[in-house]
């Protein structure tokens, strides 16, 4: 999306593609009216860093387009992903003066940022601020819970189909649809990427990806774009059932 593109939305919030489940969800015509007053829109390109784990964050945020991922580095040098940030995502905490991990675009991204101060007195004044936040932060916390069965036990071929999953999921609820039958859209992660992700070799995600393909889980054109002939299959292979998944 670009600048010309933000703009345009900045003017037009109820046409906003994440209207319906970012941190503004629940708000009336007044309150979207106050955040109009304190919010502006950032992008960045593929690679860049949104901010440092430490740094000093002014603001918090929503994706409105793009994926960008969470990352921990340790003492020796070595990173972690441990999140990923899709579009109507939160970025940031109110309360917290400093960014607990290193926010990296690992698309081009596209976010709508509200000056931290006045929001947190925003969430004061008007509950429906505070009340979808703590809703999505509770579904974090189920979504974290989740991952770590999936990263602790689940088998190579059980992970690339629950991440999959995932971004369908996202993916359906951003376009007001269920999640099933036939599902076509574009994966926005890299294979290397989703090895970072996952804790597996590049090679492993390549050769579990051409599994899914060769069994119909899956069907590809390129390397991005998908499509799922059979959502409840793609469940299966990731052992979930219909209300499983990591994201609500």
């Not at 703009?7 to 919030?13: E, Y």
């Not at 390109?45 to 901010?51: H, I, L």
């Not at 269920?178 to 992700?197: C, H, I, K």
């Amino acid at each position: 999306m670009s600048l010309q593109d933000a703009h345009n939305i900045s003017l037009q919030c109820g046409a906003c593609p994440i209207r319906h489940r970012a941190v503004c969800a629940r708000c009336e015509t007044d309150e979207l009216a106050l955040l109009e007053e304190i919010k502006y829109y950032r992008s960045f390109e593929a690679g860049q860093t949104v901010t440092w784990a430490g740094d000093k964050m002014d603001f918090v945020a929503s994706v409105v387009s793009g994926i960008a991922t969470l990352t921990q580095t340790m003492e020796d040098g070595r990173t972690q992903m441990v999140g990923l940030l899709l579009p109507s995502d939160f970025v940031g905490r109110p309360g917290r003066e400093t960014a607990a991990y290193n926010v990296i675009a690992t698309t081009d991204l596209l976010m709508c940022c509200f000056r931290k101060r006045p929001f947190e007195e925003m969430m004061v004044r008007t509950p429906h601020v505070a009340q979808r936040l703590l809703e999505m932060t509770l579904d974090e916390l189920d979504a974290a819970r989740e991952w770590m069965l999936l990263l602790g036990r689940k088998t190579a071929r059980e992970k690339i189909a629950s991440l999959v999953a995932i971004i369908a999921r996202r993916d359906a609820s951003l376009k007001l649809r269920s999640p099933q039958g036939r599902m076509v859209f574009d994966l926005p992660l890299t294979r290397e990427a989703m090895a970072d992700y996952l804790g597996l070799t590049l090679e492993t995600v390549s050769r579990q990806i051409s599994a899914l393909k060769r069994d119909g889980v899956i069907e590809l054109q390129g390397k991005r774009h998908v499509t799922i002939p059979d959502f409840d299959l793609l469940l299966t292979e990731a052992g979930d059932d219909n209300d499983g998944g990591y994201l609500i």
